[in-house]
């Protein structure tokens, strides 16, 4: 079962950026398409971004609100997707998480692949 762990969360102020990294020691994981989510307080659990593997191209998608904003990477001579986030404001503050999705299209809505078993997730506090 893929296990992934989401680090690079903190306290920021708006305007700030960071970098979130998700990491997996399973050698499956550059062969997936991976997606980034967050739950804000009294919220539910939404995709942000995703990008698909190598063998897809590493094609990228984002909603809206983070369009323009946030840039989804990877490298896998890591295992490792980040989420590079810039011009953080405090709807971005949230609990952010990694997971499998079955496909990255900008044209089609990102939805969730995994098993049903989140990573840790990584806060992300926006406050002046």
């Known amino acids: 079962q893929l296990r992934v762990v989401e680090t690079g969360g903190g306290l920021v102020q708006p305007g700030e950026s960071l970098r979130l990294s998700c990491s997996a020691s399973?050698?499956?994981?550059?062969?997936?398409?991976i997606g980034w989510f967050r739950q804000a307080p009294g919220k539910e659990r939404e995709a942000i971004s995703c990008?698909?593997?190598?063998?897809?191209?590493?094609?990228?998608a984002y909603v809206p609100s983070v369009k323009g904003r946030f840039t989804i990477s990877r490298d896998v001579n890591k295992n490792t997707v980040y989420l590079q986030m810039t011009s953080l404001n405090h709807e971005d503050t949230a609990v952010y998480y990694c997971?499998?999705?079955?496909?990255?299209?900008?044209?089609?809505?990102?939805?969730?692949?995994?098993?049903?078993?989140w990573g840790p997730g990584t806060q992300v506090t926006v406050s002046a």
């Open positions: 990008i698909s593997n190598e063998s897809n191209g590493g094609n990228t």
């Open positions: 399973s050698f499956i994981f550059n062969a997936l398409h």
């Open positions: 997971a499998p999705v079955p496909y990255c299209s900008a044209l089609h809505p990102i939805q969730y692949g995994g098993s049903g078993e």
